[in-house]
């Protein structure tokens, strides 16, 4: 089980200080893979020469990565397709340039509050603001990330029914890959995978190249905001909604900070964290431009879109990007639910493991982490079990579920910001006030995208009140 101990003030190497001498001394298989990380850390640390600071930044990356590209999901890439289709790349693409600063502001805390406390946010939860808003805060998380692990499979299944593969064999042998991936019983080993896995994201890239885009209209909309086509009306701020909920989620919170913790990373490795991070925030962005980019032609003709599913945008692109073009854009989609789909599962099993005080880490055997392989394969196959359901209405769920990320984000932002403002858990690594303006910043942002889009339910007329027509 992972450390519980509070940090002091001065920043320490080592993962958690040793057990009073009265105690016991158990050293578990999770803490002996964890050491063995460690020390090739500290090993390399000691080296000098370029070479050595590069493998310290391949030792020490994955997190941030893994968070960022995690959330470039079948739902988020669905969505910035939608986006790309529906309203071109005047405004959005400045627009999600945006929200993943805001990702970068919101993560930067957790890869602290990871560091300094060696515990996950759960966990963190429950010790200083009693069971309750633990549990509270778990079963939230958990409620949150089946529904979005639903949207997962949907965004497989679409992708892979491109090439034919048949619903029930896509989304079946999806979740086989998902346990085979945990079956290494090693969380580097897990990380490494997932990574290359993620970097797959990457092939919207090639795709929006193909459709020969207009380097200078990129350029213009990237520097200046232009008006957002059509003004506020209820599906602007639904895909307004849509993309704040692509890039900043609460399960993002939880999982990095577990993962830093289930890593081993300490107070000496955050300005890597932070570096990781930004990496991340950065290959995502250009992911999610570039599907913007890719179904932009689509806008340009005119193409009706409103229901378009992952495999039925692919089809569409062929007459703009070729066969091979529509064949990225359908396996993207695949991969994107791919990797969410493993690491989402993975955040919920953390938090149940550090409510309810069960072994919680990718470090341990099946026997040992029972309770936490068993959460995360069963959330997994439950939600895939869903996708399969006759008529269920695929492409709504996928937007509204972004839509209820949004609005689950403040009250979880609310428990980061009081925990790394927490002077008697982070030392000297509180927040400084730059950071808490920031953070006040992306809090004020997502309630008014919450009133807004209830405002657009409720009296859809008052939108013009905001400047919608």
Known sequence: MNKTTTTSKSPRELPS???PLTDAVVI????IDRAHDRERVLTTRTQRGPWSRARLLWLLVGPGILVMLGENDGPSMLSYAATGARFGIGFFLPFVVLTFVMACIVQEMTVRLGAATHRG?????FDRFGPFWGWFSMIDLMVGNFLTLVTEFIAIRAGLGYFGVPPAVSVVGAWIVLFVALMAHRYWTWERITLVAAMFNLVFIPVALLTHPHWGAIGRSLITFKPLPGGLTQ???LILLSNIGA??????LFFQQSAIADKGLTTHDIRFGRIDT?????LAALAALATIVATAPLFAHGMSVGNFEGAQFAQALQPFVGHWGSALFALGMFEAGMVAAVTISTSSAYAF??????PHSLNLPFQQGKSFYLVLILEAAAAAGLVLIPGIPLVYIVLIVNVIAVLAMPPALLFLYMLVNDREIMGDLVSPLWANILALGVVVILVAAGILFGVSVVAPHA???FGGH
């Open 17 to 19: 200080p040793a057990p």
């Open 28 to 31: 578990t298989h999770e803490d």
């Open 121 to 125: 946010h759960a966990e963190l939860i």
């Open 235 to 237: 599906e602007t701020v």
């Open 247 to 252: 890039t900043v989620t609460p399960w993002m």
């Open 278 to 282: 930004m990496l991340g925030a950065a």
């Open 353 to 358: 493991g550090e409510v309810a005080h069960r």
């Open 463 to 465: 939108l013009a009140l």
